[in-house]
């Protein structure tokens, strides 16, 4: 009998990038000539964002230096959820980004459905936050990473623990 080889696909964030993509955003903000004056910031709080801008111009502007940070350190977009633009203190606005981990029950269905239309002899279970495939053949499993690195998921997907 073949030993049976498997991988699982995650959609995981590095806080400690998403960190460093803040903070370099909080210094480029302070150094830049455009927000010279400005009220403009960002906060980290949890694995939620917080962007405060003068008005949606700047707001926008802020978010535009931290999505560029954050691709130059390997953090996926597709990973941030953007809240609804708020009035706040002092005439500013306020936008809430929240950093989503792991991948919602319906995505993962999803995924298993879209491997079952394939056709090929593996086995997709859901577990938790994570999608495990199995299957006897390794090439099988590698046209199944191949074919969910081309379709266009809402989130980042990550394939580990391939054996």
Known sequence: MAKESSFDIVSKTDMQEVVNAVHQTQKEIETRFDFKGSKSRLDLQ??????????????????????????KRGVGLKSLEYGKVEPATQGTVRQTIKVK?????????????????LKIKVQPSIQGDQVRMVGKEKDELQAVIKFLKERDYPVDLQFVNYR
């Open 46 to 71: 949890g694995e939620e964002i917080v962007v405060v801008g003068d008005d949606e111009y700047k707001l926008d502007s802020v978010i535009d230096v931290l999505k560029s940070k954050l691709i």
């Open 101 to 117: 981990q792991g991948i919602s029950q319906e995505i993962a269905k999803q995924i298993v459905k879209d491997v079952k239309e």
